[in-house]
């Protein structure tokens, strides 16, 4: 995913208020585990959060998309920062806080890929830490035939992305568009991503299997989506 316009990610998503997230997770944080000292991000993209968290914690990330790595590299100079498939990862460190956030579990579609993915991850919590998971829709409020357009602005130029889902078999096919205005011209670009449609079972059953309590489930969470909220007991 983002293959074609991992150099305009950040621009594309302006929309996103960052630091109020970051403050979201913090009073989460310091409400069940005050004492946390380290933190991975999961699909740490071009490493927002962790330039905010690193004041905090002393802070990791890991992604697929090099580009966006060599991003968040360039941001946040003093965090580890891994190449890795979020499915299938193994750091041999652990780690009182892991978070994946902004949906990107659903790129990895299916339920079982899911699965896998949250054990990788719950491995990487230490006794008393958190994984904190932000999901995106579920098949119930997909809003199927609904015209996505998200407009950026910035002393570069301008860039319009538009798309409509189409879901079949709880996956949904995102044919984004965008067009990339300059004061050299317009460019078109079209990359196609798919992401799945997980209910909540999804979540709450591979992190029981994991060995992980739910602690919260907010409905609403950082961005409108919910978020889940585990934790590895002490013993």
């Not at 958190?130 to 357009?149: C, D, F, G, H, Q």
């Not at 860039?159 to 990339?180: C, P």
Request: proline fraction near 4%; aromatic fraction near 8%.
């Amino acid at each position: 995913m983002y293959a074609r316009h991992s150099e305009i990610y950040d621009q594309v998503h302006t929309f996103k208020d960052y630091a109020s997230e970051v403050q979201s997770l913090l009073r989460l944080i310091d409400k069940l585990h005050p004492t946390a000292q380290t933190l991975l991000d999961v699909a740490c993209g071009t490493g927002i959060h962790l330039e905010l968290l690193q004041g905090r914690f002393e802070v990791s990330g890991l992604d697929i998309n090099s580009a966006l790595l060599t991003e968040a590299a360039e941001r946040v100079p003093g965090a580890r920062l891994h190449a890795c498939d979020m499915e299938s990862f193994n750091l041999d460190q652990s780690f009182d806080v892991v978070t994946c956030l902004f949906g990107s579990v659903t790129f990895l579609v299916t339920p079982a890929r899911l699965a896998r993915a949250l054990a990788s991850m719950a491995h990487h919590v230490n006794p008393g830490g958190l994984l904190i998971v932000e999901p995106w829709l579920t098949l119930a409020n997909y809003r199927r035939n609904n015209i996505k357009l998200d407009v950026s602005e910035s002393d570069e130029g301008k860039i319009a992305r538009m798309y409509v889902g189409r879901e079949e078999g709880g996956v949904v096919t995102n044919e984004e568009h965008f067009l990339i205005g300059t004061p050299a011209g317009v460019t078109h670009i079209v990359e196609t991503n798919l992401q799945g449609l997980f209910d909540e079972i999804d979540f709450t059953a591979p992190l029981a299997v994991a060995g992980l309590d739910l602690v919260e489930h907010d409905p609403v969470g950082l961005h409108g989506y919910g978020l889940y909220v585990a934790q590895r007991p002490l013993s």
